[in-house]
């Protein structure tokens, strides 16, 4: 999946000694990657590898994923509130509003025959 390209005037790096086998390496060498997008506050972190420079290139190949799942889930977001709109502004037919209301005349002639019985 091709992402928009991230700048680098909107990405904030932080680096910091990562946990889990690696040994000495990892004690010493500061590979965990934490990228934040500034505009939207996204952040991630990875640690997945000793290479510094691969967990730079993972997080930011993963926060251009989450970006975009971000802004799929607006445009999907935006579009069901369009057709939810649309729905909402749709008129009855005829027909439809024939059976409504004949429904509605059912349900209180039901609603008449509750009442209490006279002696």
């Known amino acids: 999946m091709a992402h ?5 005037e909107d990405l904030r790096e932080s680096f910091a ?9 990892v004690n010493k060498v500061s590979t965990a990657v934490t990228l934040t997008h500034l505009p939207t506050g996204l952040s991630v972190t ?9 967990n730079r290139k993972l997080a930011r190949e993963r926060l251009a994923e989450k970006l975009q799942e971000r802004r799929e889930a607006r445009h ?35 609603k008449k025959g509750r009442g209490k019985v006279s002696e």
């Open 46 to 54: 990875v640690s997945d590898s000793r290479s510094q420079s691969m």
């Open 4 to 8: 928009a390209p991230l700048r680098d």
């Open 76 to 110: 999907q977001q935006m579009r069901a509130a369009t057709a939810k709109a649309r729905r909402q502004k749709a008129r009855r037919s005829p027909g439809e509003k024939r059976k409504l209301v004949a429904g509605k005349r059912h349900r209180s002639e039901i």
């Open 17 to 25: 000694r990562s946990s889990g086998p690696g040994g000495q390496h």
